[in-house]
């Protein structure tokens, strides 16, 4: 069955760095759009960043951009997402996620939301201190 299993998460202060991993099985890794995502304590779960099938197209929630970078292995089927310059307004439970691509190809459209994604993580907790 598919799985999903995050690591990397932890306690750091603000400034620090993270690098967040995402170890994918029982499904094709390489033809599946993957995103992080996020969820603060009595707030929604948002998207911080996703990558298409190939790893050629990213996109970022403007709160992370230049500061985060998603990358994905797929001969390892390893996801990855490197916080650099954290803030204390990143900590929050980090899910990782699977779903087909909008349209088809390595290329395709990846949805942002995270209501469009089929297969989650259990979730790697990060705080940052001020």
């Known amino acids: 069955q598919v799985q999903l299993v995050e690591s990397g998460g932890g306690s750091v202060q603000a400034g620090g760095s993270l690098r967040l991993s995402c170890a994918a099985s029982g499904y094709s890794y390489s033809r599946y759009c993957m995103g992080w995502f996020r969820q603060a304590p009595g707030k929604e779960r948002e998207g911080v960043a996703v990558i298409s099938a190939s790893g050629g197209s990213t996109w970022y929630v403007d709160s992370v951009k230049g500061r985060f970078t998603i990358s994905r292995d797929n001969a390892k089927n390893t996801l990855y997402l490197q916080m650099n310059s954290l803030k204390p307004e990143d900590t929050a439970m980090y899910y990782c996620?699977?779903?087909?691509?909008?349209?088809?190809?390595?290329?395709?459209?990846?949805?942002?939301?995270?209501?469009?994604?089929?297969?989650w993580g259990q979730g790697t907790q990060v705080t940052v201190s001020s």
């Open positions: 996620a699977a779903t087909p691509a909008a349209t088809p190809g390595p290329g395709g459209y990846c949805y942002r939301a995270a209501r469009n994604y089929n297969y």
